[in-house]
């Protein structure tokens, strides 16, 4: 069983940053798709960004340019570094990590992210 916990989600003003971390208790963390998702109560969960085995990313639109997804694997760790934040960014993020096209699958419990004045 692979374990995944995240870190680094707090309270930000508008404007402000936040660098949110995953780590994935695996030594075969190089061969995992890494993904943040943010989920909003009432709301359904939404894929924010993703990199895959070779570098790929993606992201969803409205964090193109503000939100950068990067990967660690030697240190067995997904970053999500988080610039000019908005109020519409505040949500439970979540890391997933992923592998044979999904299915071998894993969730952390999340961190918190609140953006307010």
């Known amino acids: 069983q692979v374990q995944v916990v995240e870190s680094g989600g707090g309270l930000v003003r508008p404007g402000g940053s936040l660098r949110l971390a995953c780590t994935a208790s695996t030594k075969l963390f190089s061969i995992y798709t890494m993904a943040w998702y943010r989920q909003v109560p009432g709301k359904q969960r939404e894929l924010v960004a993703l990199?895959?085995?070779?570098?790929?990313?993606n992201y969803t639109d409205s964090v193109k340019g503000r939100f950068t997804i990067s990967r660690d694997n030697a240190k067995y760790t997904a970053n999500l570094q988080m610039n000019s934040l908005k109020p519409e960014d505040t949500a439970l993020y979540l890391c997933h990590a992923a592998r044979n096209n999904g299915r071998v699958n894993y969730w952390g419990q999340g961190t918190q992210v609140t953006v307010s004045s």
């Open positions: 990199i895959n085995t070779v570098g790929f990313t």
